[in-house]
């Protein structure tokens, strides 16, 4: 087929040239003496981005669902609880994978579309006095789902609870897009993987550590080999990694690294707030609606369009791919069949996610869904237009 292949999929996402042509480099060793200053200026920058001054960092070459193994296996032991929400594909594999580590699973199931229940969240904690729940786990962004969770305000519950918990957030598909702070709002483990808002392929697992997640590994007792933390301690204050890094991975992590703070963390957040925004603008302007059932929940890296009940978004996404080479994210699990996700988070402006609105559009009324053609496109584009940055006059 003639053309590229739009990608607005919430992950992978699209990787600029920039970062292609510096992970194009040949072999080198890794145990070289000058290695180091490739190492430890990334470490020193992933914690710009996670935004913290206290905790320390870790790379693996590994996927976020081994970063969510690496959290929960290097803190916690077998037979330990953690406490959880269920509301959405992710965090209902985060879940899944407690189970096989040993840990006891607390969750609450939330029906699809919302997010944690804060005022419940707080109280389950109150009432645990004897303090058996040894950890809290997030989903920050619910992909699935388009749900962003308010971390601040999880925090705030655990603090009013005076509960010693551990909180653990899965930012697979925020770090690098959303607002994320850290030490700010007293996170213990953040969680990245490297094909989301780091502009990356899929292949590295991106780490926070708190002091308090730190020492929580002495006591640890999960087994672990390949993903324990504690090698990488060793073999990392030296400026090198306990085995065999992805070579080029590293280099096209220092790219997106340097990408992201060139652009600044608040204006990066800033361009996915106001592009989200005019996704939204077009799905109303369809005349549809999203998964996520409140705007405090509204994601800015990832939009679920609920399609009517008598179509298929499946055959959305077939339409849009076949017929006009764009990739769109398919509706997970409970969701299967009734959304379509629009993925808007990494490298993208307003010009490159019209594509993702104007395709979307084409496919659904090739479908047989009833909208307006154009109106879509011209909702977003009048929100850009009245909000965009403003240029100098011509001299």
């Known amino acids: 087929m003639p053309g590229r292949n739009h990608l607005y999929v919430p992950g992978p996402t699209n990787i600029p040239d920039a970062v292609l042509s510096a992970m194009h480099v040949p072999m080198e060793d890794h145990r070289r003496p000058d290695f180091p200053a490739l190492v430890t200026p990334l470490l020193e920058n992933l914690k710009k981005v996670f935004r913290t001054e206290a905790g320390q960092c870790f790379i693996f070459p590994a996927t976020g669902t081994a970063g969510w193994e690496i959290a929960l296996s290097n803190t916690l032991s077998p037979g330990d609880k953690v406490l959880s929400y269920r509301f959405g594909q992710f965090s209902h594999l985060w879940i899944d994978l407690a189970r096989r580590l040993g840990l006891e699973v607390e969750y609450e199931e939330v029906p699809w579309g919302q997010g944690v229940p804060l005022d419940r969240l707080e109280a389950r904690l109150k009432a645990d006095t004897a303090h058996e729940i040894k950890a809290v786990l ?102 090198f990694f306990p085995y065999t890094p992805s070579i080029p991975l590293l280099y096209g992590l220092r790219k997106s690294l340097e990408l992201l703070l060139e652009e600044g963390l608040e204006n990066v957040y800033a361009r996915h707030a106001r592009l989200a925004e005019g996704v939204r603008r077009a799905v109303a302007a369809w005349g549809l609606q999203l998964c996520a059932q409140d705007p405090k929940w509204y994601s800015n890296t990832v939009s679920a369009v609920v399609v009517p009940p008598e179509f298929d978004a499946r055959d959305v996404i077939h339409t849009a791919y076949f017929r006009y080479n764009l990739s769109l994210g398919a509706g997970l699990s409970e969701v299967s069949g009734k959304v379509f996700r629009i993925g808007h988070l990494g490298d993208l402006n307003e010009l490159s996610l019209a594509s993702a609105i104007v395709g979307s559009e084409m496919a659904m009324l090739d479908v047989g869904i009833p909208l307006t053609p154009g109106s879509g496109i011209a909702a977003a584009s009048a929100h850009w237009r009245e909000t965009a940055p403003v240029i100098q006059p011509r001299v």
């Not at 598909?173 to 702070?181: K, N, P, T, V």
């Not at 730190?214 to 504690?230: P, Q, T, W």
């Open 138 to 239: 997030i989903c920050h962004n619910e992909t699935a789902t388009g749900v962003t969770n308010d971390l601040p305000a999880v925090r705030k519950a655990i603090d009013a609870a005076g509960h010693p918990a551990l909180f653990y957030v899965d930012g697979v598909s925020s770090i690098g897009s959303l607002d994320f702070r850290m030490d700010e709002w007293g996170i213990d483990i953040g969680v990245a993987g490297s094909q989301k808002g780091f502009m990356l392929p899929a292949g590295l697992a991106l780490l926070g550590f708190s002091q308090k997640a730190l020492k929580a590994r002495e006591s640890a007792k999960c087994k672990r080999a390949f993903l324990d933390i504690n090698d990488h301690i060793l073999h990392n204050a030296g400026g």
